[in-house]
């Protein structure tokens, strides 16, 4: 029996959602100490926005599991830092405007496991907030949006109520926090979210967005991700994870939950500066690491909640060859590659099924945060993973992440069993 992290809720229905619609590494940059926070500045495209003082600069960081406390300095690098910061308000950001419409769903009566709308109202919700804080952020830099919303829908007649509750969600999110004062129309919304349209590519800086990984598990009241990366050259520079409802304290054999109460995460790492996690919504981080083990027999997996995502009975040959001993954990989203970053299992497998293509927003941010932290990423073949060819990843065997000691025989194990299957469909 697989076991699963979440909180568990009640689902049902809101009256507020009640409308019905619709690598190769780049080499290491040095890690300097943090800037103080930089004046906010008043970007075009939002008129009513002002600056207000920052509430709160990052506090001491410390190691996850020794708690042993070390300079803050080793969490920026030179190259990336104001981006990096900007990353970590605009995804708690839009992880705010999530929880809101995931409690609101989850507290009604009526069951609605079939109604999209919330999901979509958050979507667009979540797409439309990182993008206005990032180009209120940065505002003097080039902005490229690779994500996964377009406002295609959202311009069509049925949707004015939609979309006129996807804008006062997003105002109300801005005004409930109080770092921008700032009030945006329908028409800024549509803005903000379309410029989410970029293609990507191997030349220069694009941010990669998944505004809310996990859809399904967001709708169950699992683990969902707002996941926020960003590309330069065609390489994942930077990358964070915010994870509303994964356990603060490790999952690992704890039957998918975690005894503590605290709960929500965000996880962030940027290229040659290691990976952190902090509580979401609170400034002070730790540095996180992969688990060291070398024995498959000791090492528990990840795959997708979702056996459509993924293909279960592949992992479970791969898991017997190895000789894992732990049920896989099925989770949802890109909160598994923060779980694996903090060690809380160390193998994650992703098989989907034939024809589908993976889309960089789905493992950009996961990607790195993993990568930071001692681990490695690849393709069933063993290569790493291309962010650099557009929107979709191009491979199609499936995807491996775990520790560097473990990859070659989990990649042997890998190739074997889908030798395996290969050769007994074609007996068929
Ligand atoms: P997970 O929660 O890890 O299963 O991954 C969630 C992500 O899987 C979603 O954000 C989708 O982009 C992606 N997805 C959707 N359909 C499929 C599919 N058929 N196979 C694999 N991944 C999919
Ligand atoms: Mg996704």
Not at 240 to 268: K, M, R, W, Y
């Amino acid at each position: 029996m697989a076991t699963r992290a979440g909180i568990r809720l009640t689902h049902g229905r809101s009256p507020l959602l009640a409308a019905s619609e619709s690598s190769s590494r780049p080499p290491p940059v040095p890690c300097l100490p943090l800037s103080k926070p930089k004046p906010y500045r008043r970007h075009m495209l939002v008129p009513l926005w002002r600056p207000l003082a920052p509430r709160s600069s990052p506090g001491p960081s410390s190691s996850y599991r020794t708690g042993f406390s070390s300079p803050v300095a080793s969490m920026s690098s030179s190259s990336y830092e104001k981006e990096l910061a900007a990353a970590k308000k605009a995804a708690p950001l839009a992880a705010r405007l999530c929880q809101t419409v995931q409690k609101a769903l989850l507290k009604s009566d009526i069951q609605s496991k079939e109604d999209k709308s919330p999901v979509t109202v958050a979507d667009y919700g979540s797409q439309a907030i990182v993008s206005l804080v990032l180009k209120m952020e940065l505002p003097s830099e080039k902005f490229s949006l690779v994500a996964e919303e377009d406002s295609a829908d959202l311009q069509k007649d049925e949707s004015q109520e939609t979309l006129r509750r996807i804008t006062d969600l997003v105002n109300d999110t801005f005004s409930s926090d109080g770092t921008y004062s700032i009030s945006v129309s329908e028409e800024d919304v549509l803005v903000a979210i379309d410029s989410g349209k970029s293609e990507g590519g191997p030349h220069g800086r694009h941010w990669v967005l998944d505004p809310i990984d996990g859809t399904k598990g967001f709708l169950r009241g699992d683990q969902y991700a707002i996941a926020l990366a960003l590309l330069d050259e065609g390489r994942v520079v930077l990358g964070v994870l915010a994870c509303p409802n994964l356990p603060f304290t490790s999952i690992a054999n704890l039957d998918g939950h975690s005894s503590e109460n605290q709960t929500g995460c965000l996880f962030s790492a940027q290229t040659g500066c290691g990976a952190y996690m902090q509580l979401l919504h609170e400034p002070s981080a730790a540095k996180i690491s992969v688990c060291a083990t070398e024995n498959p027999a000791d090492a528990s997996f990840f795959e997708s909640y979702e056996a459509a995502h993924s293909l279960h009975d592949l992992s479970g040959a791969i898991a017997k060859k190895l000789g894992v001993q732990a049920p896989p954990v099925r989770i949802d989203s890109q909160a598994k590659y923060g779980a694996l970053a903090r060690g809380d299992g160390a193998i994650y497998l992703r098989f989907p099924h034939k024809g589908y293509r993976e889309k960089i927003w789905d493992h950009a941010a996961g990607s790195i945060v993993v990568t930071e932290a001692g681990g490695i990423a690849s393709d069933a073949a063993g290569n790493n993973l291309d962010f650099s060819k557009g929107r979709y990843l191009d491979l199609d065997t499936g995807i491996i992440v775990t520790n560097k000691k473990l990859m070659p025989s989990v990649l042997n194990a890998v190739q074997e069993a889908i030798r395996e299957q290969t050769q007994s469909a074609s007996l068929l």
